[in-house]
Nanobody, 123 residues
Framework: QVQLVESGGGLVQAGDSLRLSCAASGRTISTYTMGWFRQAPGKEREFVGALPWSGSSTFYADAVKGRFTISRDNAKNTVYLQMNSLKPEDTAVYYC????????????????WGQGTQVTVSS
């Protein structure tokens, strides 16, 4: 079992930056691909980016590529989502998720999920 807890969300203005954290407990996340997803009101949950368990490069959705960066601190068993140049369309609940030995954009492949943290970007 892996428990994930996101934090760091809030209300910011367009152009601002925000860093989300996802603290894991129960097991080390070194064997998990750690993904970030988001869900805006009235929309389906969508993939944001993922950091593969294998150590290969992170990959991102086109909508956030070049603005968002995922990193991992193994000592803290924590994953981060650095969000720069935020736009109003980035407003959503952001979730982190863990997929064991799988590198994927597909949400159904992620077994463990956090409760989400709200990010609101005003124009």
């Amino acid at each position: 079992q892996v428990q994930l807890v996101e934090s760091g969300g809030g209300l910011v203005q367009a152009g601002d930056s925000l860093r989300l954290s996802c603290a894991a407990s129960g097991r080390t996340i070194s064997t998990y691909t750690m993904g970030w997803f988001r869900q805006a009101p009235g929309k389906e949950r969508e993939f944001v980016g993922a950091l593969p368990w294998s150590g290969s490069s992170t990959f991102y959705a086109d909508a956030v590529k070049g603005r968002f960066t995922i990193s991992r601190d193994n000592a803290k068993n924590t994953v981060y989502l650095q969000m720069n140049s935020l736009k109003p369309e980035d407003t959503a609940v952001y979730y982190c998720a863990a997929a064991l030995y799988t590198t994927t954009r597909t949400s159904t492949s992620y077994r463990y999920w956090g409760q989400g943290t709200q990010v609101t970007v005003s124009s």
